[in-house]
Every structure is written in structure tokens, then in C-alpha cells.
């Protein structure tokens, strides 16, 4: 004996709304991977850069002064302090109350500071603001001539010359100043 099975019209539309299902989905997974692949191609396309070469010759770059490598001791830095705002060698007398001065105090530079200020205070040597004037970049020359036993730079000239011509509140013993607590100062 044979059995047949209709399915009818519901069994269609069951076996249609399977196989639509199925449809969608595999329609759902085919947009996903073609939208992940899209955005995969756009952010390749977008991270790509471009590398520069460029064929340079390596420079030594140098700081006029930076050569010097020896610190000047104390004795040596209180008596070119006082030579050199003086003219002339400092007493005995002056050197060791100047150096039981420094030896006893805890901040180097603060007691560099307080000694080259008060040889500026008395200090013989000094040019005129006048004269200071009246030749900016000599002035400046002879003042990195004698701290720093070495000429200017075209650029040290021009950025102190143009420091002291624009401001009247620039004074020679500033200038001595700057020089004399400055680190190149305290090296040979």
C-alpha cells in the first residue's frame, strides 16, 4: 500500500518561509563581510604613507665656548673675577677672606653670585654707558674678548647688540654681569 503526504498550501508556506529564512540570513552574512571588507580596503588605502628620503650630509653642530672642559677652582675663579674687573692681581690678604667665604657657604653659585657682585660694586674697569653706546658690537667684542677669551659669533653680536640698543635700562655692569656668573665664565 502506498501513502502519499500532501503537503497543502501551509506546508508550502512553511517549507517558503524556511528557505527564506535561510535566504536572508546567508544575504545578511554576504552584505556583513562585503561591508568589513569595504571598510578593511578604505583604512588600507587611507594608512599608506608615503616615506621621505632625504639625502643630507651629517653636520657637527658646536656651541662657540663649549670646548672647554676644565672648572676653574676657587682660587682661580675669585682671583680672574677680581683681575679682571680690577686689572690687576688680587691681595693675599683680599683672596683668603674671599676663599674661607666661599669654602663656608653651602650654594656654590649663590656665593659666585654675591662675589661677583660685590667686586662690580667696586670695580675700576668698568666703560661708561656712554662709551658702551657709542660702539655696541665692540663693546660686546671686547667683552666676550675678555671673559671669555674668544670672539663672537655673527649671532651673539647681533641678538647682545640689539639687546642693549633697545633698552636704556641695559647697563655695562649688566652686561659684565651676565658674562661673569654665566657658565662658560666659570670654565677654560
Same mark, same amino acid.
Given at each position: 500500500?502506498?501513502?502519499?503526504?500532501?503537503?497543502?498550501?501551509?506546508?508550502?508556506?512553511?517549507?517558503?518561509?524556511?528557505?527564506?529564512?535561510?535566504?536572508? $540570513?546567508?544575504?545578511?552574512?554576504?552584505?556583513?563581510?562585503?561591508?568589513?571588507?569595504?571598510?578593511?580596503?578604505? $583604512?588600507?588605502?587611507?594608512?599608506?604613507?608615503?616615506?621621505?628620503?632625504?639625502?643630507?650630509?651629517?653636520?657637527?653642530?658646536?656651541?662657540?665656548?663649549?670646548?672647554?672642559?676644565?672648572?676653574?677652582?676657587?682660587?682661580?675663579?675669585?682671583?680672574?673675577?677680581?683681575?679682571?674687573?680690577?686689572?690687576?692681581?688680587?691681595?693675599?690678604?683680599?683672596?683668603?677672606?674671599?676663599?674661607?667665604?666661599?669654602?663656608?657657604?653651602?650654594?656654590?653659585?649663590?656665593?659666585?653670585?654675591?662675589?661677583?657682585?660685590?667686586?662690580?660694586?667696586?670695580?675700576?674697569?668698568?666703560?661708561?654707558?656712554? $662709551?658702551?653706546?657709542?660702539?655696541?658690537?665692540?663693546?660686546?667684542?671686547?667683552?666676550?674678548?675678555?671673559?671669555?677669551?674668544?670672539?663672537?659669533?655673527?649671532?651673539?653680536?647681533?641678538?647682545?647688540?640689539?639687546?642693549?640698543?633697545?633698552?636704556?635700562?641695559?647697563?655695562?655692569?649688566?652686561?659684565?654681569?651676565?658674562?661673569?656668573?654665566?657658565?662658560?665664565?666659570?670654565?677654560?
Amino acid at each position: 500500500m502506498r501513502t502519499s503526504f500532501r503537503l497543502g498550501n501551509s506546508g508550502r508556506m512553511k517549507c517558503w518561509s524556511i528557505t527564506n529564512k535561510v535566504y536572508s $540570513t546567508i544575504l545578511s552574512v554576504y552584505h556583513s563581510i562585503r561591508l568589513l571588507l569595504v571598510v578593511l580596503i578604505i $583604512t588600507s588605502a587611507s594608512s599608506c604613507k608615503k616615506d621621505y628620503i632625504y639625502e643630507l650630509k651629517d653636520v657637527t653642530v658646536t656651541q662657540p665656548g663649549g670646548g672647554k672642559g676644565n672648572v676653574k677652582t676657587t682660587t682661580e675663579f675669585i682671583s680672574i673675577v677680581y683681575s679682571d674687573l680690577f686689572n690687576t692681581n688680587i691681595p693675599t690678604d683680599t683672596l683668603l677672606y674671599v676663599q674661607q667665604a666661599y669654602d663656608a657657604f653651602g650654594d656654590k653659585k649663590l656665593i659666585e653670585d654675591r662675589i661677583v657682585r660685590h667686586f662690580l660694586k667696586t670695580a675700576s674697569q668698568i666703560p661708561s654707558d656712554t $662709551t658702551m653706546r657709542a660702539n655696541v658690537p665692540l663693546f660686546v667684542d671686547e667683552t666676550f674678548q675678555k671673559f671669555f677669551n674668544r670672539k663672537t659669533d655673527a649671532f651673539e653680536n647681533y641678538f647682545i647688540s640689539n639687546l642693549i640698543r633697545n633698552s636704556a635700562s641695559i647697563t655695562p655692569v649688566i652686561v659684565y654681569y651676565a658674562c661673569m656668573t654665566s657658565d662658560e665664565y666659570r670654565y677654560y
